[in-house]
Structures are given as structure tokens and as C-alpha cells.
């Protein structure tokens, strides 16, 4: 078994990833995974990432506060433990429209 206590995750730099502070909890540098990965990011109010696509699934799934993600297609608010699928490459960007936190986790291949 590898644990990862969030209170010692090592945070990790997301490009186009603006006011955000990312955590790997497990993949990755954090453990060994052979076929997914987990972040969680803390996004301050008005934090957002660009429109990018990436070659893999991504699940998002909100655990505070409230997400939006957008899509060539469509945007949606996730609020506390709603989550969204992204194909692979699907272009998302993610925003924290409110005046609070907000935090969401990320599952993705490794």
C-alpha cells in the first residue's frame, strides 16, 4: 500500500494553470501507479486554466466550492461531488466564477 496524506502531497506546476495551487495525491512523483494518476486543485475566485485539449481522458469530480468548465461545446457549474468526463482531446478550461475556494480532483491516466 502507498498513502499519500494530503498534508504532505507535493504540489506540482500545471501550465496555463492560473491563482492555482495543484497536488499530486497519488502517480506520477507521489506513488507508483501504472495506469492512472490524482490531483487536487484549490482554485482562489477568478482562477482559470486556458482552453487546451490533452490526448487523454480527464475526470474532474468538485469536492468544495463551486467549478465551471467549459468546452467548445458547452459549460457547466459543478457544485460539492458533481463530476465531468472530458475525452481525449476535448478542450476544457476550468474557472472558479465566485467569490470563494474551490477545489477539484483530477483523474487521469499516467
Not at 81 to 93: I, K, M, T, W
Request: hydrophobic share 40%.
Amino acid at each position: 500500500m502507498q498513502v499519500t496524506l494530503c498534508r504532505e502531497a507535493k504540489p506540482y506546476e500545471a501550465a496555463e494553470h492560473y491563482d492555482m495551487r495543484c497536488l499530486r495525491l497519488q502517480g506520477k512523483e507521489a506513488t507508483d501507479t501504472d495506469t492512472i494518476w490524482v490531483g487536487l486543485s484549490h482554485l482562489l475566485p477568478g482562477a482559470r486554466t486556458s482552453l487546451k485539449d490533452a490526448p487523454v481522458e480527464k475526470i474532474y469530480v468538485c469536492v468544495a466550492g463551486e467549478v465551471t468548465i467549459e468546452t467548445q461545446d458547452e459549460t457547466v457549474t459543478l457544485g460539492y461531488l458533481d463530476s465531468c468526463r472530458l475525452a481525449p482531446g476535448e478542450a476544457r478550461a476550468l474557472s472558479n466564477r465566485t467569490n470563494a475556494p474551490a477545489s477539484v480532483l483530477l483523474a487521469m491516466p499516467a
